[in-house]
């Protein structure tokens, strides 16, 4: 499948669908599973942002909001029952996302 973006992208950019509903929220910013997600790599994550993240204990990246509290940092889904998971060295962020789009049919 090709998707196409107007996005102004920093770096390299590609694009992933969404598995899981980690990122499914009750209200609010939500992006459910199905979804297609455009991440630059040349953005800098910042607080708020969504980022795809690889851990260092598992052989998948992880989809997920950077949050930033004092000098510690998260990644945390957007849906509130799955937990927060505290950042101390054992992740790499890859990208920051810039754009979502739903296939409907």
Same mark, same amino acid.
Request: hydrophobic share 45%; net charge negative; with cysteine.
């Given at each position: &499948?090709?998707?196409?973006?107007? =996005?102004?992208?920093?770096?390299?950019?590609?694009?992933?669908?969404?598995?899981?509903?980690? &990122?499914? @929220?009750? @209200?609010?910013? +939500?992006?459910?599973?199905?979804?297609?997600? !455009?991440? $630059?790599?040349? /953005? $800098? @994550?910042?607080? %708020? +942002?969504?980022?795809?993240?690889?851990? +260092?204990? +598992?052989?998948?990246?992880?989809?997920? /909001?950077?949050?930033?509290?004092? @000098?510690?940092?998260? !990644?945390?889904?957007? %849906?509130?029952?799955?937990? &927060?998971?505290?950042?101390?060295? %054992?992740? /790499?962020?890859?990208?920051? =996302?810039?754009?979502?789009? &739903? /296939?409907?049919?």
């Amino acid at each position: &499948m090709w998707l196409e973006s107007d =996005a102004h992208i920093q770096g390299e950019a590609f694009w992933l669908e969404v598995e899981g509903d980690s &990122m499914t @929220a009750p @209200a609010g910013l +939500s992006i459910p599973e199905g979804t297609f997600v !455009l991440f $630059d790599t040349g /953005r $800098d @994550a910042i607080n %708020n +942002s969504l980022v795809i993240a690889k851990l +260092s204990d +598992s052989n998948e990246a992880t989809f997920k /909001r950077l949050v930033l509290d004092g @000098a510690q940092k998260y !990644l945390k889904g957007l %849906n509130p029952q799955w937990p &927060m998971i505290p950042v101390n060295g %054992n992740c /790499r962020i890859i990208g920051v =996302a810039v754009e979502t789009k &739903m /296939r409907l049919v």
